[in-house]
């Protein structure tokens, strides 16, 4: 497999989901700004969408969309037990998780990232994050992880997604549940092992 990624990008949340499970692939540098590979190609040649991350199967076949490519990779690895058993409750109970990273807090920061967005913008984005995030971290109240004991992609997507939050200057100081739970997922050795693969610790 052939994982393009862009350095802290949605992305990372795919490449702690494969250090996770143990599987073996290649990590290609795809940077969202300037869509150059590693060889000096453009990245839109493999993925027309120019956007990360990009999973490139042994076959061909790719997937593409962070909550899918991370789902994806953890049926990989049953064993592991990053995404509970398909037709379960509890996978449903993940993929709202998913869903929820991706449609409330990926694309809610979307805004902070626009250079060309007004500061009024700006600022309801933020307000609109910090009532979620008030929401995540009243969830995560009791639990190791966000479906409870076990750490699953549901994790990684949330982890890499709240890491934006120090570089768009939202405070998650008055989340104790969500600091709490961030630090334990950036002890674990394959968030680790990602996070230093792209350059980020």
């Known amino acids: 497999m052939k994982l393009y990624y862009s350095a802290g990008a949605c992305s990372l949340a795919a490449h702690i989901a494969l250090e996770e499970a143990g599987l073996k692939y290649e990590a290609i540098s795809a940077p969202t700004k300037t869509k150059v590979l590693p060889d000096g190609s453009d990245y839109r040649q493999v993925n027309p969408l120019g956007y990360v991350p990009y999973l490139v199967l042994d076959d ?30 509890a996978r449903y109970q993940l993929q709202m998780w998913m869903h929820f990273t991706a449609t409330e807090l990926h694309k809610g ?14 600022k309801i984005a933020r307000d609109r ?13 009791g639990k190791t992880y966000l479906m409870g004991q076990d750490f699953t992609v549901a994790d990684a997507y949330l982890f890499t997604v709240t890491n934006w939050a120090k570089p768009m200057a939202i405070d998650l100081s008055p989340f104790a549940n969500l600091v709490a739970w961030r630090e334990r997922v950036a002890a674990r050795p394959g968030v680790q092992a990602a996070m230093k693969a792209e350059g980020l610790i």
Do not use: H, W
Not at 109 to 122: G, H, I, V, Y
Not at 129 to 141: N, P, S, T, Y
């Open 129 to 141: 994050l910090q009532d979620r995030l008030k929401f995540v971290d009243g969830e995560l109240a």
């Open 60 to 89: 061909g076949q790719a997937l593409r969309e962070c909550a899918i490519v991370c789902q994806y990779v953890a049926d990989q690895a049953p064993a592991k037990k990053l995404i509970p058993t398909c037709g379960s409750m």
């Open 109 to 122: 920061f979307s805004p902070l990232f626009n250079p060309a967005m007004p500061d009024e913008a700006k």
